[in-house]
């Protein structure tokens, strides 16, 4: 039966009705000299399915991967009377062939295939599709479920309801279709001026001690996100939000949150009890171009483990439990995610769902997790994502990189950013225990970015990289009596001058040499003040200035320790002469008033065993 099911496809006019003859039948079309003729009845679609079937590598039809790439799937049509309700079958199924010899899979026989490979070209590579400029509006719309074009003998459980559809619509998002309802601004954020600055901000704010974070996840508190975010150039991405009721979906902190992470994944903070401190790394970059520590903050984040970035969507539960042994690791995503990234044109913009779809046609491949039936959202039972279509590209690999991309990439300056609330996009997930969700992660809202030039020379496209120009805000002088007048401070310029100067007035300043010896003693260096405020005044420093950094450098030095010593209280005060003259002894002790002597801890078993051989003991603590 199958055999005359496909010989009734062919433009035979006397078909035999032996089994053998039917088989010769059919290889002289898809074999012989007829089958060119035969490949001119498949449609553009369908022909484009043979092709990319051939020159893949694997020479298996992959249906998710074509229709990324062109946004539709062929129409294989019905198989006779086992899948009658498709209508009737079209020329595509004698090219390519389901049955159990490859599991399944739609497949090019190879000796077809060979075929093939004389006459059909190469598909084309798959591109990055971008625009110039961004749309004056994003449209509102809800997703309606488009029965009509649902391949119903694809699937031979479709009822025709609404569960069936909105489960095949999960898997082949092509055929959902979107309604306008309405229309609303979209929020653009041009993130490479800001971060230039940011990162300054934010290492002198570790250098002041502000940044507590969690001695167990490293994460940043509340109160340092929310203070944070008040004190970044251009703020977060979302105004703060607060929950009216606990079930309320509400976007938390997005930058205030990556920063305190990108920064210790570079080694330029570490934690020191709860706050952040400097690094003798994180030193060097407050006077080392933004650019070059923003470019290391990347680096580093691509291969850090701190944080798996998929943690954050934490609707999806499981992740931290019973699922977490089955989680890839991200440090094996995100390069995969750059790869792809480094195809995009610098300085135009990328739609989000395009650049998915890229990534998916072209191969960029990954996992989020190897168990999804360990993750699920709401009920472990009934809400796993192992249940078909909940755990498609768009729930897992999508949700990933939508929050590497808005969370780290933007935050870093290396994407130009355009954005509406994520309860604003329409769903793109379907099942069990989402039905009151605003949305699934609140990274859902990123529809567009940019590549700019910082992302360019950040991901190795560029060479070098000419800084943008951040306009210069402050304008000062510096008076002999150590006052410095200030107006139009940045905040990290702000936090510069509060390490070194008391703070007078609004707009007057003081250098302190306590403030200045506490700089120094903490790893700071003084040369940093010196040009901040020599190339803001107009002036040269007066003198009394240039002596103030010569002998604050210098006595601020003139100070070193050698270690920890123990203090020792002698009987009387000739035993503490004794111990400190004698020739045992003088070399490992010193005197430390009439009946005291100091011993460096270090030292602590070779002086008593000295003291003994002198005459001497001493109880042990």
């Given at each position: 039966?199958?055999?005359?099911?496909?010989?009734a496809?062919?433009?035979?006019?006397?078909?035999?009705?032996?089994?053998?003859?039917?088989?010769?039948?059919?290889?002289?079309?898809?074999?012989?000299?007829?089958?060119?003729?035969?490949?001119s009845?498949?449609?553009?679609?369908?022909q484009n399915?043979?092709?990319?079937t051939?020159?893949?590598?694997?020479?298996?039809?992959?249906?998710?991967?074509?229709?990324?790439?062109?946004?539709?799937?062929?129409?294989?049509?019905?198989?006779?009377?086992?899948?009658?309700?498709?209508?009737?079958?079209?020329v595509?199924?004698?090219?390519?062939l389901?049955?159990?010899?490859y599991g399944?899979?739609?497949?090019?026989?190879?000796?077809?295939?060979?075929?093939?490979?004389?006459?059909v070209?190469?598909?084309?590579?798959?591109?990055?599709?971008?625009?110039?400029?961004?749309?004056e509006?994003?449209?509102?719309?809800?997703?309606k479920?488009?029965?009509?074009?649902?391949d119903?003998?694809?699937?031979?459980?479709?009822?025709?309801?609404?569960?069936?559809?909105?489960?095949?619509?999960?898997?082949?998002?092509?055929?959902?279709?979107?309604?306008?309802?309405?229309?609303?601004?979209?929020q653009?954020?041009?993130?490479?001026?800001?971060?230039?600055?940011?990162?300054?901000?934010?290492?002198?704010?570790?250098?002041?001690?502000?940044?507590v974070?969690?001695?167990?996840?490293?994460?940043?508190s509340?109160?340092?996100?929310?203070?944070?975010?008040?004190?970044?150039?251009d703020?977060?991405?979302?105004?703060?939000?607060?929950?009216?009721?606990?079930?309320?979906?509400i976007?938390?902190?997005?930058?205030?949150?990556?920063?305190p992470?990108?920064?210790?994944?570079?080694?330029?903070?570490?934690?020191?009890?709860?706050?952040?401190?400097?690094?003798?790394?994180?030193?060097?970059?407050?006077?080392?171009?933004?650019?070059?520590?923003?470019?290391?903050?990347w680096?580093?984040?691509?291969?850090?483990?701190?944080?798996?970035?998929?943690?954050?969507?934490?609707?999806?539960?499981?992740?931290?439990?019973?699922?977490?042994?089955?989680?890839?690791?991200?440090?094996?995503?995100?390069?995969?995610?750059?790869?792809?990234?480094?195809?995009?044109?610098?300085?135009?913009w990328?739609?989000?769902?395009?650049?998915?779809?890229?990534?998916?046609?072209?191969s960029?491949?990954?996992?989020?997790?190897?168990?999804?039936?360990?993750?699920?959202?709401?009920?472990?039972?009934?809400?796993?994502?192992?249940?078909?279509?909940?755990?498609?590209?768009?729930?897992?690999?999508?949700?990933?990189?939508?929050?590497?991309?808005?969370e780290?990439?933007?935050?870093?300056?290396?994407?130009?950013?355009?954005?509406?609330?994520p309860?604003?996009?329409?769903?793109?997930?379907?099942?069990?225990?989402?039905?009151?969700?605003?949305?699934?992660?609140?990274?859902?809202g990123?529809?567009?970015?940019?590549?700019?030039?910082l992302?360019a020379?950040?991901?190795?496209?560029?060479?070098?990289?000419?800084?943008?120009g951040?306009?210069?805000?402050?304008?000062?002088?510096?008076?002999?009596?150590?006052?410095?007048?200030a107006s139009?401070?940045?905040?990290?310029e702000?936090?510069?001058?509060?390490?070194?100067?008391?703070?007078?007035?609004?707009?007057?300043?003081?250098?302190?040499?306590d403030?200045?010896?506490?700089?120094?003693?903490?790893?700071?260096?003084?040369?940093?003040?010196?040009?901040?405020?020599?190339?803001?005044?107009?002036?040269?420093?007066?003198?009394?200035?240039?002596?103030?950094?010569?002998?604050?450098?210098?006595?601020a030095?003139?100070?070193?320790?050698?270690?920890?010593?123990?203090?020792?209280?002698?009987?009387?005060?000739?035993?503490?002469?004794?111990?400190?003259?004698?020739?045992?002894?003088?070399?490992?002790?010193?005197?430390?008033?009439?009946?005291?002597?100091?011993?460096?801890?270090?030292?602590?078993e070779?002086f008593?065993?000295?003291?003994?051989l002198?005459?001497?003991?001493?109880?042990r603590?």
């Amino acid at each position: 039966d199958d055999l005359k099911a496909r010989t009734a496809l062919l433009p035979a006019e006397n078909v035999p009705g032996r089994k053998g003859e039917l088989v010769s039948l059919i290889a002289r079309y898809l074999i012989g000299e007829k089958l060119k003729a035969l490949w001119s009845q498949l449609n553009e679609v369908q022909q484009n399915a043979v092709r990319e079937t051939i020159y893949s590598s694997n020479g298996i039809f992959n249906v998710q991967r074509f229709a990324a790439k062109y946004g539709a799937l062929p129409s294989f049509g019905g198989t006779g009377s086992r899948y009658g309700r498709g209508g009737a079958p079209t020329v595509l199924r004698l090219f390519l062939l389901d049955t159990s010899s490859y599991g399944g899979y739609k497949v090019v026989p190879g000796d077809m295939k060979a075929e093939l490979l004389k006459f059909v070209t190469a598909p084309a590579a798959p591109s990055v599709r971008s625009v110039e400029t961004l749309p004056e509006h994003f449209e509102l719309t809800k997703i309606k479920y488009d029965f009509s074009q649902v391949d119903k003998d694809d699937d031979d459980d479709f009822d025709g309801d609404e569960d069936d559809v909105s489960s095949y619509a999960a898997r082949t998002p092509e055929h959902v279709k979107f309604v306008k309802t309405g229309k609303t601004d979209m929020q653009m954020r041009e993130t490479e001026r800001a971060a230039l600055q940011d990162v300054a901000t934010v290492l002198r704010l570790i250098e002041r001690g502000k940044i507590v974070v969690s001695d167990k996840t490293l994460q940043p508190s509340g109160a340092t996100q929310k203070e944070l975010a008040k004190l970044l150039r251009d703020g977060d991405f979302y105004e703060e939000e607060v929950k009216k009721n606990k079930w309320d979906d509400i976007v938390t902190p997005i930058k205030p949150f990556a920063w305190p992470m990108l920064v210790q994944a570079g080694k330029l903070a570490e934690l020191h009890g709860n706050k952040l401190a400097l690094t003798k790394q994180g030193r060097a970059a407050l006077s080392a171009p933004p650019a070059e520590t923003l470019k290391r903050l990347w680096d580093s984040w691509l291969k850090s483990k701190m944080l798996d970035e998929f943690n954050r969507i934490d609707v999806i539960k499981g992740q931290h439990g019973k699922g977490k042994r089955g989680m890839t690791a991200a440090a094996n995503r995100r390069p995969v995610i750059q790869s792809a990234l480094q195809q995009c044109p610098v300085n135009r913009w990328v739609k989000f769902q395009d650049f998915s779809r890229f990534m998916q046609a072209a191969s960029y491949d990954f996992q989020v997790t190897r168990e999804p039936w360990d993750l699920y959202i709401s009920d472990a039972n009934y809400g796993s994502l192992d249940y078909e279509g909940a755990a498609g590209w768009h729930v897992l690999q999508g949700r990933y990189i939508l929050c590497l991309l808005f969370e780290y990439a933007a935050t870093l300056g290396l994407l130009d950013v355009a954005y509406v609330h994520p309860s604003m996009v329409p769903h793109d997930f379907d099942s069990w225990g989402t039905d009151d969700l605003d949305f699934l992660s609140q990274y859902d809202g990123l529809l567009y970015f940019r590549l700019n030039p910082l992302g360019a020379y950040c991901m190795g496209l560029d060479e070098s990289y000419t800084p943008i120009g951040i306009e210069a805000k402050a304008t000062l002088s510096v008076l002999p009596s150590l006052q410095v007048n200030a107006s139009g401070l940045s905040l990290d310029e702000a936090l510069l001058l509060e390490t070194w100067a008391e703070k007078e007035s609004d707009t007057v300043w003081r250098l302190d040499r306590d403030k200045a010896f506490n700089a120094i003693e903490s790893g700071s260096n003084i040369a940093e003040l010196r040009e901040f405020l020599a190339a803001r005044d107009e002036q040269e420093l007066p003198d009394t200035v240039v002596a103030f950094f010569v002998t604050t450098e210098r006595n601020a030095r003139a100070l070193k320790q050698k270690g920890n010593a123990i203090l020792i209280e002698c009987a009387n005060k000739e035993l503490a002469e004794l111990l400190a003259t004698n020739e045992r002894t003088k070399k490992l002790c010193l005197r430390a008033g009439d009946k005291h002597i100091a011993v460096k801890e270090n030292d602590e078993e070779a002086f008593r065993k000295a003291a003994h051989l002198v005459g001497y003991g001493m109880p042990r603590v």
